[in-house]
């Protein structure tokens, strides 16, 4: 294993920074992308910037990727960068499809252009199912997105499945539902949920405002998730996965969990907010998880529960500073 060398875009994201670790246990020289801007956001990487290459590139922008991918000759590209909030890609609909759809293929390019043995792994999304047509949803099932970003990941999933068919390149697309942590962004629900659970409980917070309870996802460990990524990689032939624990619950659930975990009842503080209620809501994501148990060998680790108290354990440690 040693010597392998892996570019990843999107490196200061939760998976990003959860990957770096995996491939850097594995004895990979790890190289991540970031955007260059005014003030550099590397907090999720910190305990790892003397491990890790940070080169500065942008999806927009293909010059910058060619040079990424001529430069560190990656035997292993992990494509992770994304416009990824679902809510801002009713806002930024356009920039959502130059990043999150477009993105793709240029990154694509490059590697077939500078380092066409390279393996490609393409983060594709639960939300190019929306409005489901089956329950659980497999690696079959039809697309049916319900927003700019849902619509933006099923053209980079076709483009990344076209580069394997008709460039011979080693090309997968990972169908990850959603996948949490203690690094997920703020803005994100689960994230806000046991941030302000943690909030309430140290008198910081009075309230939490939601949109939809009703909504169920199928959550999971981002930390186990990126371990499918590498798997996907390892294989002899390129193929699509879906990643999931194959269980669903509701954010009604996720709250009752979070705020037991701080020793609260949600009942008292939690208020429903038509603001945030979406415009077109995608009302039941749940993965079968069947073929990656099967053809990877991979299974979840980390339960719901213990998911949502690892959550909110690190909320608490972090706002206890």
């Given at each position: ?148 970003y849902g619509v933006a990941k099923v ?41 302000t659970a943690a909030k309430i409980k ?120």
């Amino acid at each position: 294993m040693a010597g392998k060398k892996a570019l990843i875009t999107g490196l200061t994201g939760q998976d990003g920074s959860y990957l770096a670790e995996l491939l850097l246990e594995k004895g990979y020289e790890v190289y991540g992308m970031v955007r260059r801007a005014s003030v550099e956001r590397l907090d999720r990487v910190e305990h790892l910037k003397d491990r890790i290459t940070v080169i500065h590139g942008d999806l927009t922008d293909q010059s910058s990727l060619d040079l990424a991918i001529s430069s560190v000759q990656p035997d292993e590209v992990y494509n992770l960068a994304a416009q990824s909030f679902v809510p801002t890609s009713w806002n930024q609909p356009i920039l959502t499809g130059e990043v999150t759809g477009l993105g793709v293929t240029k990154m694509l390019e490059a590697v077939r252009r500078f380092k066409p043995d390279a393996r490609f792994y393409q983060a594709s999304s639960s939300e190019m199912f929306g409005k489901v047509m089956e329950v659980p949803q497999t690696e079959k099932t039809p697309f049916y997105p319900r927003s700019p970003y849902g619509v933006a990941k099923v053209y980079g999933h076709y483009i990344t499945l076209n580069y394997r068919e008709s460039y011979n390149i080693y090309a997968c697309s990972g169908i990850l539902f959603n996948h949490e942590s203690p690094r997920r962004g703020l803005e994100f629900v689960t994230r806000k949920i046991t941030h302000t659970a943690a909030k309430i409980k140290l008198g910081m917070a009075k309230e939490l405002r939601l949109g939809n309870l009703d909504a169920k996802r199928d959550w999971g460990f981002a930390g186990d998730y990126v371990e499918a990524m590498w798997l996907m990689l390892q294989q002899d032939k390129p193929d699509d996965f879906v990643v999931a624990t194959g269980e669903t619950h509701s954010v009604r659930e996720f709250v009752e969990l979070a705020f037991g975990a701080a020793g609260l009842d949600w009942k008292k503080y939690v208020v429903t907010d038509p603001k945030f209620f979406r415009p077109a809501e995608v009302e039941l994501l749940i993965g079968s998880p069947k073929k990656a148990e099967e053809k990877l060998g991979w299974k979840p680790k980390v339960s719901f529960q213990g998911l949502v108290e690892m959550m909110v354990e690190g909320d608490m440690k972090l706002l206890g500073r």
